[in-house]
Nanobody, 114 residues
């Protein structure tokens, strides 16, 4: 059974930092991503990383967020620095498996308040 479990999130003031992690199990994961969804908004891609370590970021987070991956642990991380109120959202982990399945975590809330 494929499972993605997210950790981290919480409350932080503008300019602060938070870290998220996502532990995956039950398959071989090719691409892993972080998405986020703010209230009343569509879910948007934040960052992605391949099994080889290639990364991509949304323009809105470039230079502030860093995605990384530990293949041995099937875990990805999202280090978020210089957080802004507009980063407030539920953050979701996503994984695309070697067998063509799309998998989602349960989501974790990040709130940047002033």
């Amino acid at each position: 059974q494929v499972q993605l479990v997210e950790f981290g999130g919480g409350l932080v003031q503008p300019g602060g930092s938070l870290g998220l992690s996502c532990a995956a199990s039950g398959s071989i994961f090719r691409i892993m991503r972080w998405y986020r969804q703010a209230p009343g908004m569509q879910r948007e891609l934040v960052a992605s990383i391949t099994s080889a370590g290639s990364t991509n970021y949304a323009d809105s987070v470039k230079g502030r967020f860093t995605i990384s991956r530990d293949n041995a642990k099937n875990t990805i991380y999202l280090q978020m620095n210089s957080l802004k109120p507009e980063d407030t959202a539920v953050y979701y982990c996503y994984a695309y498996t070697l067998y063509g399945s799309n998998c989602w975590g349960q989501g974790t809330q990040v709130t940047v308040y002033s």
